[in-house]
């Protein structure tokens, strides 16, 4: 028995090592489990066959579900039309796509005007790079490289940067090599923003 107590950790008091009482548990579990599974699959191919009941069920959820995914894809969309995005090709800003060095400033100063004249409630500024490269360096580099955007705007303009976030993407399918950032500014209010206000910083 000291052997036992050794190997298993103790007993639990009636002389039965601890691991197995676990083990026995256990697969009294895993029995329990199969003769539900056993049970369930039975009554599935049994009669009486219930498969109008089941039809009717099956409307009745799906109809009453309706009125929710259109009140979330309205939401949604009121969400997305308001909101006003400044894209642009990585390699306008920084000087090679590996690096989170600033090249040409200038492209960021109408974003930067907006968001000094206008009211937001967030303003999210992400970085993505194509599906090149070393996964973790490329989630580092656009990391840095939003993180560089955002450090530009707040110190040139004067913006609530409580509400301004980062997110580097990392590889992102349908990203070129070069790498995009995104700046999506959201409204505070809906009624503070009643029209869309969308513009593209670059033709691609």
Request: net charge neutral; hydrophobic share 40%.
């Amino acid at each position: 028995m000291p052997q036992a107590q050794a190997l298993f950790g103790g007993t639990d008091g009636r002389g039965v090592p601890s691991a197995q009482r676990y083990v026995a548990a256990f697969f009294e579990w895993f029995g329990e489990f199969g003769h539900f599974c056993a049970r369930l699959a039975r009554a599935a191919v049994s009669p009486p066959y219930e498969f109008r009941e089941l039809l009717r069920q099956m409307d009745s959820v799906g109809s009453l579900s309706l009125p929710l995914v259109a009140l979330a894809g309205a939401a949604t969309g009121v969400v997305m039309s308001l909101q006003t995005r400044f894209d642009y090709d990585a390699k306008q800003i920084f000087a090679k796509p590996d690096t989170a060095k600033l090249k040409d400033t200038k492209a960021l100063d109408e974003a930067g005007q907006f968001l000094q004249q206008n009211k937001f409630g967030l303003v999210v500024i992400s970085a993505s790079a194509g599906m090149k490269g070393d996964s973790d360096k490329e989630r580092g580099v656009t990391e840095a490289q939003a993180m560089v955007v955002r450090n530009y705007l707040v110190n040139h303009f004067e913006t609530d940067d409580t509400r301004v976030r980062t997110r580097g993407a990392g590889k992102t399918p349908g990203t070129s090599d070069a790498g995009d950032i995104q700046i999506l500014v959201y409204p505070a209010t809906v009624a503070e923003n009643p029209s869309p206000h969308n513009k593209k910083a670059s033709a691609r």
